[in-house]
């Protein structure tokens, strides 16, 4: 079996490290910003990161479409890594910072910290794009293409499971200042062995140092064409992207971004706010990880049976059913929906206030969730029902089994129908667009960070997924026999030339 030889390994072993670093690292942020300033300042955060991979995902991803795939990992790899370490300097130093602190110090070394963070976010973002969608190809050769992407994300989702446990017992063990240096310790750990490993791919795999760029066949030593202003090329990239085959069914696939119905910090800031102790919030998030490791390895199988075009319908239709048991959750018993409430209370001046007094500095953690836990008899938390909460979890954690093979087969429709001198452009491109709907995201819910408001949320998130859904059955109708590549692949370089022809080209 191919997908298991020892190029194979390197690559899954690399790709892990990436997901390892990513989980754990954001799940660390989350908990950082709880402690800072709340809930609205995770959803800050996260609008910092989103806009950052939405303005820059596209002209990054053309620069590693325009050079080497090694002058690529070397200038990504370092990017996100380096950007990892400052931010934890500076996290460290704002958890360290007291209340009589000068705020204006504390907001502006926060304020740096949540930007190092969207620049890590935009280099682990492009080094999962050309590990998982590039090199893959390279990799992937005959039928092992689906087989290796459902690899690749189970163990993404694996990582997702393990990432939480560790950072969680850190922080139990130690304490988030401590936990935070630590992270920032294992930023410097990770880069040197995803050099070494890498490196060991390069190596070991002569079709990596082929590339078709600009309609030429180029070795690592021709392969850097990048203009001074690749960067700022953002219409070029944007016109790639649209005219690819594929669009509709990426537009899909970013749809799926904008909304509340997944298991980040909002649905556990979500589940707290109600009353949810954190030990069950944790195993519903692990719950939910596992979920998606079943449906990523069940890709294969059913990818085998119906076809990639099929089997992304049936991913799709599965998390619509799922998520329409998270939607009605607002109707359930115990759920904190109080729109009446809450706009009867708001005015834009407390907003405001509340919106600036997330940026000013704390000397006490967030205080735990406190509940007296949940009474299984009558199924409440301090006298309210879970039956909301508990049916809002369990069908945003059961659909991501849908959700995961949707995304595995769109994927998979995607690295097949774009070429390969413009596969980082428009998964650069495809990221940023995805980050655009996330950013949409934080902005509803800084606007209406309230549980009471949640379902607002929920509904505005449903109906985008829904659009999205639309969308792929829309790109399999228009294009019922798409076409093939136009340009040749790798696997055609390789029937011209012999591998010793390939490593004398970068030697």
């Known amino acids: 079996m191919p997908t298991f030889n020892v190029n194979n390994i390197l690559l899954y072993t690399s790709y892990t490290l990436t997901c390892l670093e990513d989980r754990a690292w954001s799940f660390a942020v989350a908990l950082t910003m709880q402690e800072l300033g709340g809930m609205r300042l995770v959803s800050i955060e996260q609008f910092a990161e989103g806009i950052s991979c939405m303005l820059f995902s596209g002209s990054i991803g053309k620069y590693c479409d325009d050079v080497s795939r090694r002058k690529g990992i070397i200038s990504i790899v370092p990017l ?47 080094e999962k794009n050309c590990i998982g969608r590039d090199w893959v190809m390279v990799l992937g050769t005959g039928g092992s293409l689906s087989k290796l992407n459902a690899i690749l994300t189970s163990l993404d989702q ?23 240096i630590v992270f920032g310790i294992g930023g410097a750990i990770s880069v040197v062995l995803k050099a070494i490993i890498l490196n060991m791919l390069l190596q070991k ?41 594929i669009f509709a069914a990426a537009l899909g ?43 990523a390895l069940s890709y294969a199988f059913f990818e085998r049976m119906m076809g990639v075009r099929k089997t992304g319908i049936f991913g799709l239709a599965f998390q619509q059913v799922c998520l329409i048991i998270a939607v009605t959750s607002i109707v359930m018993p115990g759920s904190p929906m109080d729109l ?10 407390k907003w405001w206030s509340d919106f600036k007094d997330s940026f000013s500095p704390v000397t006490t953690v967030a205080p735990a969730n406190s509940t007296e836990g949940i009474n299984w008899q009558d199924f409440t938390s301090n006298g309210e029902s879970m039956i909301s909460i508990f049916a809002f979890l369990i069908g945003i954690a059961t659909a991501r089994f849908g959700l995961w093979m949707a995304d595995l087969a769109i994927t998979q ?17 495809h990221n940023a667009l995805c ?52 340009s040749r692949t790798i696997t055609d370089v390789l029937e011209s030339r012999s591998a010793t022809e390939i490593l004398d080209s970068r030697l």
């Open 80 to 126: 996100n890594n380096v950007a990892l370490m400052c931010a934890c300097a500076c996290f460290t130093v704002c958890l360290s910072l007291s209340e009589a602190a000068n705020k204006t110090l504390y907001t502006g070394i926060l304020v740096l910290g949540m930007l190092l963070c969207a620049m890590n976010r935009l280099g682990l973002n492009q």
């Open 158 to 180: 694996l990582a997702n499971v393990i990432s939480p446990l560790i950072a969680g017992a850190l922080v139990s063990l130690i304490n988030l200042k401590t936990t935070v």
């Open 205 to 245: 795999e002569p079709r990596l140092h082929v590339k078709e760029i600009k309609g030429k066949t180029l070795g690592s030593q021709d392969a850097v064409l990048v203009k001074p202003n690749a960067f700022l090329d953002a219409f070029r990239v944007l016109g790639v992207y649209w005219k690819q085959q």
């Open 253 to 295: 696939m970013a749809l799926l971004f904008m909304t509340v119905l997944g298991f980040d910090g909002l649905a556990i800031g979500y589940g707290q706010s109600v009353g949810l102790p954190d030990s069950l919030l944790g195993g519903f998030r692990s719950f939910g990880s596992l979920c998606g490791i079943l449906g």
């Open 340 to 349: 009446d409430g809450y706009f009867g209370s708001i005015t834009p001046k």
């Open 413 to 429: 429709v995607m690295q097949e129908g774009v070429i390969e001198s413009q596969r980082n452009t428009v998964f650069g491109v």
């Open 435 to 486: 980050q655009t709907f996330s950013v949409l995201k934080d902005v509803m819910v800084i606007v209406l960070p309230e549980a009471s408001t949640f379902a607002i949320c929920m509904l505005i998130s449903y109906g985008f997924v829904a659009v999205g859904f639309i969308a792929y059955l829309y790109y399999l109708v228009k294009y019922k026999n798409p076409l093939p590549e136009k």
